[in-house]
């Protein structure tokens, strides 16, 4: 018996999770908060349910169906009056509640799992600043401290908080991607084409996966009998800015890249289906910084997948940047 699935925020990666699903023969609904997004859905296959997870009044149902798979997709980037720590805790609460509503708990593929299993897409800039260009990059994983300093960052961690605390280990899987590149997704080739100067210090590392290869972690994490709570998904092949940025140079033809003098590292350099944001030990109370962006000294870190590769037996289709960049011939933008 096929499964079915339900997506928030069917985007970049949440459409291409949903079209793997359909080729499988699944059936695929997803929540979207524009009737234009809806009309696209269903011209994929999608089932689409017109709604913003931020309000409680819902009038749409679920169908009469037990689901498998619930997949939250939805951007980090925090809607205009909410709290940062609080958007997708809020949302998922939500969702929840309107589930518990509809009356939606049996799996539908025969598992001893009585609940579908909850997959959260997080971002690695939970991750605490650590390290300096100075004095090396550190290697981070599932178990380094986190302390994200920007605003969707600091929602991610608030969605965090609310499914751990919320869902029982065996139904939720938590997923950190690293910047998420691929088709129509080349950070910063336009800014190498005109000859703009990079305001990132060329030496810092960037932690990347192309957008097919976390669908696989995706599609993996959903299904596997018993996997962890929680995984970081990256390439596992960190280079330096000015490692991959002059490597494009090369690949499309253009000049060198231009570095700016002190540069800091930008807030969103990398297309993600997130975004990263303020200093923060904790939630609420522990937010010490506003509106710094992260310097040269705050941050220089590598993101492991060594438990995710080790645990789920994963084969990366681009395990580094080059590979991934060389598939993209036809899609710089």
Known sequence: MKSVRLIVGCGYVGTRVAARWLA????????????????????????????????????AELPPVPLATILIAVSHSPPPGQLPETAHAVGLENLWCWMRSQEVAVSPNGSARAEPRWVYLSTTGVFA?????????EWVDESSAVGPVRPGSIAALGGEDWINKSLSAEDRVILRPA????????PRWQAIRDQKPLEVDP?????????????????????????SALYCVSDGNS????????WISQWMGLPLPVFAEG?????????TETTTGEPMIGMQDRVSKK???????????????????????LQFQYPTFRQGLQSLMHHPQ
């Open 179 to 186: 910047g998420i590149y691929g088709p129509d997704r080349v």
């Open 129 to 137: 600043p650590t390290g300096s260009v100075n004095h090396g990059a």
């Open 239 to 246: 280079p330096t800015r000015q490692e991959y940025y002059e």
């Open 263 to 271: 540069g800091e590292l930008p807030s969103r350099e990398l297309p």
């Open 291 to 313: 509106n710094r962006p992260v310097s040269r000294s705050d941050s220089n870190k590598r993101v492991s997948n060594r438990k995710l590769v080790a645990e789920l037996n």
């Open 24 to 59: 499988n023969g699944d059936r695929v609904l997803a929540i979207t908060r524009t009737e234009e997004r809806a009309a696209e859905l269903r011209v994929a296959g999608i089932e689409p349910i017109v709604w913003n997870w931020l309000s409680r009044e819902l009038r």
């Open 203 to 227: 030496a810092s590392y960037l932690n990347l996966i192309h957008v097919d290869d976390l669908v696989t972690a995706i599609l993996a994490v959903a299904d596997h009998a018993a996997p």
